[in-house]
């Protein structure tokens, strides 16, 4: 319990400390959110509880072919706030589109036998 607690603090951490550069700098809150801290905190999160390197492996390959899709909403966003769409609308918009570009992302990796 007490490392599931340690996972959920340090993770929290990363997501605040985040927010908090955002609000002095925006460059400086981007470039944490943009390094693959949370990808990084999974593949040691994964490796204490399993220390299966074929599995994180396998999750590093899918994480990268999921990258893709997910800059979709680094697109959207700010083209729909500048487009005047009032913040909710368009990061849920943003979030929508995105979530079927997994979607899709995901079937066409089943229909070619992709795997991570």
């Known amino acids: 319990?007490?490392?599931?607690?340690?996972?959920?603090?340090?993770?929290?951490?990363?997501?605040?400390?985040?927010?908090?550069a955002a609000k002095r700098s925006t460059i400086a809150g981007a470039a944490l959110v943009a390094l693959p801290l949370?990808?990084?905190?999974?593949?040691?999160?994964?490796?204490?509880?399993?220390?299966d390197v074929a599995r994180i492996?396998?999750?590093s390959w899918s994480i990268l072919w999921l990258v893709v899709p997910s800059l979709l909403l680094f697109v959207l966003l700010p083209l729909l706030l500048r487009a005047g769409f009032?913040?909710?609308?368009?990061?849920?918009s943003s979030c929508a589109v995105?979530?079927?570009?997994?979607?899709?992302?995901?079937?066409?990796?089943?229909r070619f036998a992709v795997k991570g």
């Open 57 to 59: 492996a396998a999750m």
């Open 98 to 110: 995105t979530a079927v570009a997994y979607g899709g992302t995901a079937w066409v990796l089943a």
């Open 86 to 92: 009032g913040f909710w609308a368009a990061l849920l």
């Open 38 to 51: 949370t990808s990084l905190l999974a593949f040691v999160w994964l490796w204490r509880d399993t220390h």
């Open 1 to 20: 319990m007490l490392q599931y607690v340690l996972k959920v603090a340090i993770t929290a951490l990363v997501v605040v400390a985040a927010s908090e």
